[in-house]
């Protein structure tokens, strides 16, 4: 439709004013633009620099800010330094931290969007309650999870009845950590599973039925192909988000035990803004980002095999 | 979806192309923080501030026991000088320390802070501070009624950027009932009457008596004792690694090998309060503390032991400095040193805080000499006050090196001599990256 209509506009046009090209290139990048702007300022610029900045040795303030090349990623890579070695200890928790929460943020809200999809009284209201966690923001939820969670006064033990310290030893506080997130952010997936799921035609569902598939059946057969695509975003930017994990370990268990749930976020923020290091930050920065575009890539890959139901 | 609209007039390049150049325009305004040029010496103005009333930011460390005593200060000059008013923030210092520099950088900092003294190089190399020399001169204090350890370290590459305040260094703690009941009342004096205390302890039943944690304060202590030091005076070369420093973090490892502490201890205090433990290793911060929480415990506070073989004691201090946001104009300036001035020669009330008074002059005063603390402030510690040298960026230097190495060796069971062998190398890597960036 829309392109007949068009075309038959443009012809139209052309016949009576030859002249006026309706699909400039310039129009359209004037409406790209404003976006195009706002990328540029806040995302291109600042890599831009952060690369730049990575190059050199460079403490805020200081006069000198020597070029240095490659030896601030090398220093790191070495892994001899004491910088270097507090890094790759963030690394590896972040690494945990994404292990044990992202497969948890991945099929708990599919399953919690298909109860929800089901028609059932006070559908909306559970809809409602289970993304309200998600407004909240992350000192909010720090707060209340470090209180919840506190060895002697905290709620969870005296119910539970144990004697854990959830925020100052391990693994403990991985399970701290991974639970105060699930169940802050487990209503954000959820609520692209269903809109997912809406999608899915229900005739589908009725003919597999009427074929004799049972409800495991249908699940892998239809509801999964049908969300393919859902799910490789819901994998990458439940990946990413994991990854870049920083908040929580900052207030629910303020890093504890010793440093060990201080992820390389913490550790980037504590070089860079604290210690005023922003070369060897913007550098523990670039390599983090470049892993973390690696591992988006194999997650798209990955689902490329896989296959779905693409058109 | 296609909703048909009459297509306006199509964009040329020109247009195009002018949007573009008028938003670079405005992307070049951003603010930026870069290395500011070295700052203007504060210049020395005549008497009290008098003028249009000038609205003064005051930042400091002081979020403890000590707040409160600050406070009253801050109180009591707003109410005698009606042309100023200053607004008194008080930050946990990690946090204070990272937000000064782009806060002045940006003019809604401090334009006077109290600064720990370690720190003044570090913020005077990034020019956030403003040297006093022609201030101090004009108001005619001259560290004669400054413990001189504590004035004279207030200097950087010539320049003085600090204004003691006190001072505070390692002492210890003792259970005067625990003590009394073993025969053997304190103070410990020195590493035989430690060994004796700690055995007479252990036979009354009190099988760890002093828990020692990873303190480096008391890592620094029982270096000056062992004869070493962390750096060169000349802040060029790292020395922590020295046959010393492998003394001092060895005796503070071979008290939990020993049994006298237990591992992994990292907070002492409470193990004191309750009576566990009946000796502590801590700063005079812990006075108000004690006062505060174990109101029941008698105790009483003396200078460390000299464990090893000559006297050496860990210091520091909190000093006033104006940043080179206070100089933005000559009344701002003549204000914050009109508050400088007042606060330092009425510090009296800063006693509460649990530390000494850098000035003689206040720790004369009855109100002192009745303090705790008062057992602190003596010629022999004040004589060998180990303070840490002017070094920029000698925190982050302290926290990967040795202080690293103390807790390594203390909670990790690393052995000492590879700790800090360890922290040296790492130390004079950052020192001489520092130097060399700083030209």
New interface residues.
Partial sequence: ??AV??TE?SRS?RDSKPR?????P??A??FL?PFL?IF??FVI?PVASAVWASLH??????????WVGGANYAELFAGS???SVEFWKGMKATGIFTALSAPLLITLPLGLAMLLHRRFPGRTFFRALYFAPYVLGVAVIGLLWRYLLDRQLGPVNQILGIDVAWTTTLPAGWVSLVVATLWWTIGFNSVIYLAALQDVPKELYEAATVDGAGPLRRFTAITVPGITRVLQFVVAITIIASANMYGQSALITQEQP?SDTRTAIGYIAETG?????IGASSAMSMILAVTLMLLSGIVVLGFRKLGGNDR | MSARRRPATPASRRTFLGLLGSSALLAACAPSIGAGTAQEPARYREGEYTGPRQRLQFWNPFTGGDGPAMAAMVDAFNAAHPDIEVVMTSLVADDMYTKVMPAVGAGVGPDIAIMHLDQLATFAARNTLVPLDEVVEGLGVDGEDFVPAAWDNGVYRGARYGIPLDLFTMAQYWSTDALASAGTPGPVLDARGYTETVAALQSNGLAQPFWVPPSWQLFVTLLAQFGGRLYNPEGTVAEMGSEAGVQALSWMVEQIDRGVSPGGVTDPRTPFKNGTAALLADLPAAIPDLQLTAPDLEWRVAPFPQIGPQPGVFANSHNFVLTGQSQRDADAAHASQTFVDWVSRNSAPWIAGGNTPARASVRETEEFRSSPQAALATEGVFEVAAFLPQIPGSREIAGNSFQRAVGEAVLGGVDPAAALAFAQETAQAELDDVNELLG
């Fill in positions: 439709m829309t209509s068009s506009l046009r006026l090209r309706r699909s400039s310039w129009t990048l004037a633009a702007v540029t300022v610029v040795r460079w403490s805020l303030g200081l006069p000198g800010t020597p330094t004491v910088m010793g803004i604290q210690g005023f290091d």
